[in-house]
């Protein structure tokens, strides 16, 4: 209980396994039950069968088991819990959990990345043509680092747990259609249209991660601050603007908590959203003061907007709360993996 409530959980001896929890939610299947599994396995203490299980990333936080919980265990907030633990627990680095425990050592890192982007400008003079190319050239490699060196290793780490150590014996051409599952589940969260009254979140999710695709592809690939091409200038100022419009209302949504989902949020939650807005308003800002002939007047902007991206990079999508979403895809596929090897463990037994 000590541990898990640096990432966020309150105590989960209220709850006395009602069911109910299970029982609304859409998302459960056989072979495949939540959260009521994992709040039994934390009151055991089975913490090899916390790690080895998908079904925590299988929950969309709809909000309707804890608002239908009688006993007020808030199992929707345990099971986000749960989610920043096995990220940790993914993690070979061990940042993720330094970060997620240490509000501190977080914001230490923040300062440390934007000191190093200011030195950077120092060196170069604030030149905007050199910084502006340096800029480029990092987003560039900070991707392919972080992708080669954290992202990859951690969710090989997590089939690890949750595929071979859970002993998931999966016939071959379940991998094959799991493939499928992946980039499809990754896109576009389909599953979420399964809990009720969730279509305008789907929707408002959907062109989010589509802007911020959109954003990344044009600026980092096709250099969206550089190129003089009409298109890709346009497509940049839409997706720039759908990334900062909806993590505004995100944000609203949050401060509101109208809705159950939005009742808890923990500093991570916030980074993740104020830093994602920033990224693309300040984004968009840089084109904008380059079609009018500003920036060179008003290089800060550009200097804010690479800060920005680095800290977005460095620290927020290799351990903060954007790599549920990759998680989350990969899970989607590694549960069917299970319910084929369940399917053919049946199958042999009959």
């Not at 299970?22 to 459960?28: I, N």
């Not at 190319?133 to 954290?150: M, S």
């Amino acid at each position: 209980m000590k541990e898990m409530s640096q990432y966020g959980m309150g105590t989960w001896n209220a709850c006395f396994h009602c069911g109910n929890c299970t029982a609304v939610c859409s998302l459960t299947e056989e072979g495949i039950l939540f959260p009521r599994k994992e709040i039994r396995a934390l009151q055991m203490g089975l913490e090899d069968k916390l790690a080895t299980s998908v079904e925590p990333w299988l929950c969309y936080y709809c909000g309707d088991c804890t608002e239908t919980c009688p006993r007020d265990a808030n199992p929707g907030e345990l099971m986000m819990s749960v989610r920043r633990w096995l990220t940790a627990k993914y993690d070979w680095t061990g940042l993720a959990g330094l970060f997620y425990k240490s509000l501190s050592a977080l914001i230490i890192a923040f300062v440390l990345v934007a000191i190093g982007i200011v030195a950077m400008g120092f060196v170069k003079d604030f030149n905007s043509e050199a910084v502006m190319y340096f800029g480029h050239i990092l987003e560039f490699y900070l991707i392919l680092t972080v992708f080669t060196i954290i992202l990859i290793p951690n969710i090989l780490r997590m089939f690890y747990f949750t595929v071979i150590k859970a002993k998931v014996n999966a016939p071959f051409g379940s991998y094959i259609a799991a493939i499928g599952n992946l980039i499809t589940h990754m896109f576009t969260q389909v599953k979420t249209l399964k809990c009720d009254k969730q279509t305008v979140r789907w929707l408002e999710h959907f062109l989010l991660v589509m802007g911020y695709l959109g954003l990344l592809v044009i600026t980092v690939f096709l250099d969206w601050f550089g190129t003089e091409n009409q298109i890709i200038i346009y497509m940049g100022y839409i997706t720039g603007g759908l990334v900062f419009v909806f993590t505004f209302l995100l944000m609203i949504s949050r401060l509101s908590k109208a809705r159950e989902l939005n009742k808890y949020s923990q500093p991570t939650d916030w980074f993740f959203i104020i830093w994602l807005f920033l990224m693309g308003f300040t984004a968009f800002l840089v084109r904008l003061f380059i079609d009018i002939d500003l920036l060179n007047d008003h290089f800060w902007i550009y200097m804010v907007h690479l800060i920005v991206v680095s800290q977005w990079g460095m620290l927020l999508v290799p351990f903060g709360k954007w790599t549920h979403f990759l998680y989350r895809s990969f899970a989607v596929s590694f549960a069917n993996l299970k319910k084929a090897a369940l399917i053919k463990k049946l199958a042999t037994a009959a």
